[in-house]
Structure formats: structure tokens, C-alpha cells
């Protein structure tokens, strides 16, 4: 790559991607077009915040001051934005202060008619676990430090055959003392057949290198999948394979891993249904674990500007490679939990919108996470969000 991305591969190498995608593609900004991007969020909330029950002091009314500052490049084979946002939150209740960062990358660029190369990365220091969007990361109240990225090409073999060869890498790392990070590697291959107008049909081999501490295991999978076009607005996807698992004191097994998703893209309605069954790492207190996870979102749009959305989603983990996991609380070292929210959004103008909503966020089975802690939370928010460019 230049000569020589969605968001660690040694210590800190999540930071070499963001800042490998950005000098690659710096000289061709130079001649495109560059738009910045400001938005500033004002919430006012009520939060069951788990933290503060530590202490028994129960929920209190916030304040949440978000800023976010991009850019945007665009020439007529590259495109790229990139962003950073602060979260200053503010518990009138107790007085106490957190500021939370998190920042993200996106470079798409086109190397001819049929190859296309795709870097991303992103990057989040919160002190809120369940505000990353990897649910179950670091199951604890301490604050930690997520990242993940991705680099891929995506070729035109024929003109119904697509091949994709890919590398992702995610990270996690609880801010507490000396806690390990725990970091995954997976190159892949994909192939794409698109079989009808309707119909698309692939398969895949994929590599997985978990470290924890010391600690290390590996996993080869391999999938089939499909692509179908139900209806001109109903999709339907779905994944699925083999995993077989290998960790040091020859410790290994199997299970298999599926992915689902429905996608109904409507004039008013959307909807959009995933389901699946994994082997995940990165979690923050261990290498490997099974995951089960199910999300539902549903948005209707108005006439008068005004939408709302119903949300929720639950996942389940335990060790790998598998053992327990079915059972309903997935076993020795499992969590468990869900989420639940509704809202409303009304546009003012192109500049601003008013936000309202409810959200009750669950997780129960913290066997790996030191503090025994309740991470069960209700929300209720009012937002101002205002953008000036």
C-alpha cells in the first residue's frame, strides 16, 4: 500500500492505519474538493448511569455537550471524510466530569473500472462501554480504549464475478492498571457470483489471530452465502460455516458460525433485522468467545419532517470454543444482555433538529469483568443537534 481501514495489529497499530490511509491518499486531496464538516449536539438526559450506583447514589439529571469536527474529500475517483468528536457529560447530582473522544476514517478510491480499494478506521476512548458499537466490550465500569480498522480491494473478474481480499483489526483495552489489550487479526478472501438479476452466490475463507496477554489462539472458517433480492425493496443476506479453533495448551475445538440479515428499504418505512452466531475476540478480559447476537431498527418517516425509530438488540457470549453455547446463560464465564429504545426526530431546517427518546440498556452475567458490577441503565434524552456546515 502506497508504494511501499472501518476502525490494533501490534501495540498501537490501529493508529498506523488511520495514519497510513491518510498519507496514501494526501497528495490526491491536495487536488480535489475540500468540505468541512461542524455539528454541535446539546443533550439534556436522566440516566440510570451504572456507575454512579456503585456508590448507591442512584440516577440523576446530565448535561451532554457534543462537538464533532470533519472533512470531506471528493474527486471523481476518490472520496474520503474523517472526523473527531468529543463527549463532555456533566452529572448535576454528583458534580462529576468525564470526557470521552472518538474519531474515524473513511478512504474509498477507485483504481480503475474494475478494482476498488478501501481503507477505514476508527478509534473511541469512553468511559461508557455501552456507547461503542460492539456491544459486550469490556463488560465492566472502568474506561477503556476500542479500536478497529479495515483495508480491502474489491476486483471485477468477469462481468458477474467479484473477488475481495480483505484484513480487519479490532482492539480493546481496559484503562484500569496494567490490563492486557486483547487484539484481533483476520485477513480473508471472498468470492461474489452474481448468478441472476435477483440471485448472488459466494463463498470465502477466512483467518483469525487472537492475542490476549500472553495468551494466543487462531481459528480457520470457511462459508457459503447468498444474496436475494425478494421483492425491489426487500433484501435478504445470509452467511454461514465451520469454524474450526486452536488455542496453546491444546485446547481446540469446532462450532459453527452464521450471519442473517433482512433489509426492507421502503418510501416511509425501513426496516433492518440481523441475527448471528460467531466466534469473536477483542473483548477486553479474554482472547476468544462465542457470541450470539440479534438486532431489530425500524424507521418510519413523516411528511411533516418528523420521524421516529424503534430499536433493540441482545447478545450472549462465553468462552471458546464453544462449550455451552446454547445454554441459556451460556455457561461458566458468559454475559448476557440487551438494549431497547424509541424515538422521535424532528427537522427544523437543514441546520437543525430536535431529538427525544427512551432507551433501557441490560447486561446481565459479568463473570469475566473484576467488578461484579450492574450495567442495567434507563435513559430518557431530549437533543438539540445544530449543524453549521
Known sequence: MCGGEREAAVRGGWMGWVVLAGLCTAPASLAATVEPRARLTLEERYDDDFRLNLGGTGGQLMTKLTPRFGLEVKEPALSASGFYAAALLVRHGSGTVTLDHRGGLLVEKELSRRLRVVLSGSL???????????????????????????????????????????????????????????L????????????????????????????????????????????????????VNARGGPVAYAAS?????????????????????????????????ASGFSGAVWADHAR??????????????????????????????????????????????????????????????????????????????DLTRNVAAVRLRLTAW
Open 296 to 373: 431489530v431498527m425500524v424507521e418510519r418517516r413523516f411528511r411533516s419532517r418528523l420521524s421516529a425509530y424503534a430499536a433493540g438488540s441482545f447478545f450472549r457470549n462465553g468462552r471458546a470454543p464453544g462449550e455451552g453455547a446454547f445454554t441459556p446463560r451460556g455457561g461458566a464465564g458468559g454475559a448476557q444482555g440487551y438494549a431497547l429504545g424509541a424515538g422521535l426526530e424532528f427537522e427544523v431546517n437543514s441546520s437543525l433538529s430536535l431529538h427525544g427518546g427512551l432507551e433501557r440498556i441490560s447486561q446481565m452475567g459479568v463473570d469475566e469483568a473484576e467488578e461484579r458490577v
Open 124 to 182: 473511541f476512548r469512553v468511559d461508557d462501554p455501552s456507547s461503542l458499537p460492539r456491544e459486550s466490550v469490556a463488560r465492566s465500569a472502568q474506561p477503556l480504549l476500542y479500536g478497529e480498522a479495515r483495508a480491502y480491494a474489491v476486483g471485477r473478474l468477469t462481468r458477474r464475478l467479484d473477488v475481495a481480499v480483505g484484513y480487519s483489526l479490532e482492539g480493546a483495552r481496559v484503562l484500569e492498571g496494567d490490563a492486557a489489550a486483547g
Open 184 to 235: 484481533l487479526h483476520t485477513p480473508y478472501v471472498e468470492a461474489w457470483l452474481r448468478a441472476s438479476r435477483r440471485l448472488t452466490l459466494g463463498t470465502g475463507y477466512r483467518y483469525q489471530a487472537f492475542l490476549f496477554g500472553g495468551d494466543s489462539a487462531q481459528a480457520h472458517g470457511v462459508f457459503a452465502g447468498l444474496g436475494y433480492q425478494l421483492t425491489r425493496r426487500l433484501h
Open 249 to 281: 495448551g491444546e485446547r481446540q475445538g469446532g462450532l459453527p458460525w452464521f450471519r442473517l440479515e433482512l433489509r426492507h428499504e421502503g418510501v416511509y418505512v425501513d426496516v433492518v433485522a440481523t441475527a448471528g452466531h460467531d466466534l469473536v475476540g
